[in-house]
């Protein structure tokens, strides 16, 4: 039989030192990926456990009526009855209800993909950044009977 000439030689060495970094590769992009999703999922019970602690903290007969104080004073300081108190013309909020219970009871969807879109971006600007700091691996070439590290 006919001895395995260097090409071959060298291209057996070349495989058998790119099936790690090929495994190596994959595990970080799993570990990735499932970072991605345990942030997901972080984002989304947070934002679920602030809707419903504002919504029973909110929606109670005690926090309407102070929501009616804070309207009633800042009327009373915007200069529509009266002289303006204080260095700056307030506005007087529109809404009956307060803003926070407004926004996590009727704009909850709005705000929740709103998080997740931002949570996202940062999250694929993290993995960027650090796939330019990571360094590669272990590349070999395989150069007859060296090896030679990148």
Not at 43 to 53: G, I, K, M
């Amino acid at each position: 039989m006919d001895s395995p000439s260097a090409f071959d030689k060298r291209s057996d060495q070349a495989t058998r030192s790119a099936a790690p970094r090929y495994f190596t590769m994959r595990l970080r992009y799993w570990i990735w990926l499932i970072s991605y999703a345990a942030i997901v999922a972080l984002v989304v019970l947070l934002l679920l456990h602030l809707r419903n602690s504002t919504i029973m903290t909110l929606n109670t007969p005690q926090a309407q009526q102070e929501w009616d104080q804070w309207r009633t004073a800042a009327r009373e300081r915007s200069g529509d009855e009266g002289p303006v108190q204080g260095p700056v013309k307030r506005k007087v909020p529109r809404t009956s209800e307060p803003p926070a219970l407004v926004l996590m009871r009727d704009y909850f969807a709005v705000t929740l993909v709103g998080a997740l879109f931002f949570s996202t971006m940062l999250f694929l600007f993290t993995v960027f950044v650090s796939h330019g700091i990571m360094p590669a691996g272990d590349s070999r070439i395989a150069e007859g009977d060296d090896i030679i590290k990148r």
